[in-house]
């Protein structure tokens, strides 16, 4: 069989296995069978079915572990945060464009929050305004919760693709953004315990426009949070 054809037959296997994940819900971290076994089972050759694995692995959809065999992963969107971490190391001077796209696309998303959301993921980010709250003082923990905390509203417009999108930008940018305070163990001033209540009021109003169904009050509200933040890096990193 030649390169091609191979290459066509690989991508007719991935497109099987999707199907087998996609229809049959098979869970995050589950081990698929092994490319022996999924090459008996779909008729076709051992060099084929690695072929169609590599490919599930670009797209996000398995995670292949060395002398393991491959897993189900569900998470398309850490193939696109790795392209976006690749332009951002390719021109690190892109940052600030990176950060207004994270801009409009919580935007867009509080916007879409506000119409469709749901009283169980109002409650869902008010829980993680408290972690959020609880994590200030610790730099790691601060970046997760940060995460959750806006991953859960833009969730809530129930786009999953503008959710994914969203968290993709906003972790490469985030990482980005802290990597010297993570690398050194250091909790920058503007994020240290004391600062624990100021910090919340920069999200809280995030939430409550999406509590109380106000369009203009959630622009207003991630527009503030936006330049609020931007200021406290650039006087962290100019100190």
Not at 140 to 154: L, N, P, R, Y
Request: net charge negative; hydrophobic share 40%; charged share 25%.
């Amino acid at each position: 069989m030649r390169p091609g054809d191979i290459l066509l037959a690989a991508e007719e296997i991935a497109l099987q296995i999707q199907e087998l994940i996609v229809s049959q819900d098979l869970p995050e971290g589950l081990r698929l069978p092994s490319e022996r076994d999924l090459a008996e089972m779909m008729f076709t050759s051992r060099p084929t079915v690695s072929q169609a694995i590599r490919i599930l692995v670009v797209k996000g959809l398995v995670e292949s572990r060395r002398g393991s065999g491959a897993y189900v992963r569900r998470r398309p969107e850490a193939s696109l945060a790795a392209s976006v971490n690749l332009m951002l190391d390719l021109n690190q001077e892109s940052v600030w464009h990176l950060g207004d796209l994270r801009l409009w696309l919580e935007t867009t998303g509080v916007d879409e929050a506000i119409e469709h959301s749901t009283e169980d993921e109002v409650t869902a980010g008010e829980t993680a305004l408290v972690r959020l709250r609880e994590s200030t003082g610790a730099t790691a923990s601060w970046m997760s919760a940060d995460t959750q905390f806006h991953a859960t509203i833009v969730r809530a417009s129930h786009n999953p693709y503008l959710s994914s999108i969203f968290e993709s930008v906003h972790t490469t940018l985030i990482n980005y953004e802290y990597r010297a305070w993570i690398a050194n163990g250091t909790v920058p001033k503007w994020l240290g315990r004391s600062q624990a209540e100021a910090l919340t009021s920069l999200h809280e109003p995030i939430l409550k426009a999406v509590k109380d169904r106000d369009v203009e009050a959630g622009r207003v509200a991630v527009l503030h949070h936006h330049r609020a933040m931007a200021q406290h890096l650039a006087a962290s990193h100019s100190a």
